[in-house]
């Protein structure tokens, strides 16, 4: 039996001091240690074996976090764990006191094909893995195709007009992990945003929807439906890569920054369609009669197909599991909500008669957290505004 963690964190514009990453937006070198001060104790607390990291804009910064990190989980395990010397050294408690520390473990970093100059910089992905990875990370962004996204008329089948995607917003980072006997695949991402995608005309300085003085409100709901479209897209570009990967047999974990919650559209792509308790109810799609309906047979076949490629919710596993009603990872505006998942195939679903091991806690880190449109609120620049999360997971 192997239990491991495996933990989401989007980290919140990580960069090195006196670097503009978006416009006038940068870390003066007192700003900048106390950012590398918080995320190492963050890391520290979670001691995830594997992390999967967002808004990462340089490898470095990364790497001196993780380095920090250790050094402090260094000290911590001299101050709390007994020596060889002590007879109980070896007892449960202090096992869950002792820091794993990253200094043996292997660091994935995919930088965005879309990053720009100063202040005008795009974030990327890391993944980083106590257990190394099976294969070389595959970076996914630039489409060897164009996704062509038809449309049709209501009421028909031809066409009208079609959405296409060539590059994706951030990078997917898909790194296969050994762990326990089993490889399993882990894709890290982060989805377009719900702020809204505005067109700068030709030789315009700026989009006339920023310019919020002559606030445009129908301009910028189609800013709005703009990044619903891309998010959606990156979604099923997404599922794409799981469903292949489900396909040849390969376990699945999804976890990042969706920028939507578990119940939105570009979430449920992700995850697949859940069955319906019953399909012979349904007629069938070549009906010819009233009572022309799936057979018990198909039934089975049908539910087995879409429950096959459908990704669970490891929140929704612990809130079913626990009775818990709340968690979330970002808080603005009023609006608590979690819209930072990891999802997993249903070889971690002990409800699955196969299944190779199941969820046995989830863990939400989000004190950290306060609502922005309060008077009252810290100043949050350093930390993160997203609260991270954690699956404990047993394998068999």
């Known amino acids: 039996m192997t239990r491991f963690t495996i933990a989401s964190f989007n980290v919140k514009n990580l960069i090195g001091a006196d670097k ?3 416009t006038f937006q940068k870390y003066t070198p007192e700003e900048y240690a ?6 190492a104790d963050q890391l ?7 992390v999967g990291f967002q808004e990462i804009f340089e490898e470095e910064a990364l790497r001196d976090v993780i380095a920090e990190t250790d050094l402090r989980g260094a000290q911590a395990n001299e101050a709390n764990l007994p020596d060889a010397s002590k007879r109980y050294h070896k007892k449960a408690i202090f096992r869950k006191l002792a820091f794993g520390g990253y200094k043996d473990a292997a660091l994935a970093f995919a930088a965005n094909a879309s990053d720009g100059g100063p202040g005008e910089r795009r974030p990327g992905l890391a993944v980083l893995s106590r257990f190394g990875f099976a294969e070389k990370p595959e970076i996914i962004q630039e489409l060897p195709e ?16 079609h959405y296409t995607l060539t590059r994706i917003s951030r990078p997917i980072l898909k790194v296969r992990v050994p762990v326990g006997g089993k490889v399993i695949t882990v894709f890290n991402c982060h989805l377009k945003s719900k ?3 505005f067109v700068r005309p030709e030789g315009a300085e700026f989009a006339p929807e920023a310019v919020l003085t002559a606030y445009d409100p129908v301009g910028r709901a189609m800013g709005a439906l703009r990044s619903a479209l891309r998010r959606m897209a990156e979604a099923w570009v997404l599922r794409r890569e799981i469903v292949a990967e489900l396909d040849k047999g390969h376990p699945v974990m999804v976890l990042g920054d969706f920028n939507d919650g578990e119940h939105a559209v570009s979430s449920e792509i992700i995850s697949g369609e859940h069955p319906f308790k019953n399909y012979s109810w349904m007629l069938r799609h070549d009906a010819k009669a009233p009572n022309d309906r799936y057979s018990r047979e198909e039934n089975e076949q049908i539910t087995e197909a879409v429950d096959r490629v459908r990704l669970r919710s490891a929140e929704k596993m612990f809130v079913r599991k626990s009775l818990r009603d709340m968690v979330y990872t970002a808080a603005f505006g009023g609006v608590y909500e979690s819209i930072d998942q990891i999802y997993m195939s249903r070889h971690f679903d002990g409800a699955w008669g196969k299944s190779m091991g199941e969820m046995e806690y989830y863990s939400v880190f989000n004190d950290h957290l306060t609502d922005g449109s309060h008077p009252e609120a810290p100043y949050n620049k350093l930390a993160s505004d997203h609260g991270q999360i954690m699956a404990h997971i047993r394998l068999e």
């Open 195 to 197: 702020l809204g995608e």
């Open 20 to 22: 503009e990453y978006y």
């Open 44 to 50: 520290l607390t979670m001691d995830a074996d594997i």
């Open 146 to 161: 164009p996704l062509r996204i038809p449309m049709s008329v209501l009421g028909g089948d031809e066409g009208a007009g």
């Open 34 to 39: 106390w950012k590398q001060d918080w995320m």
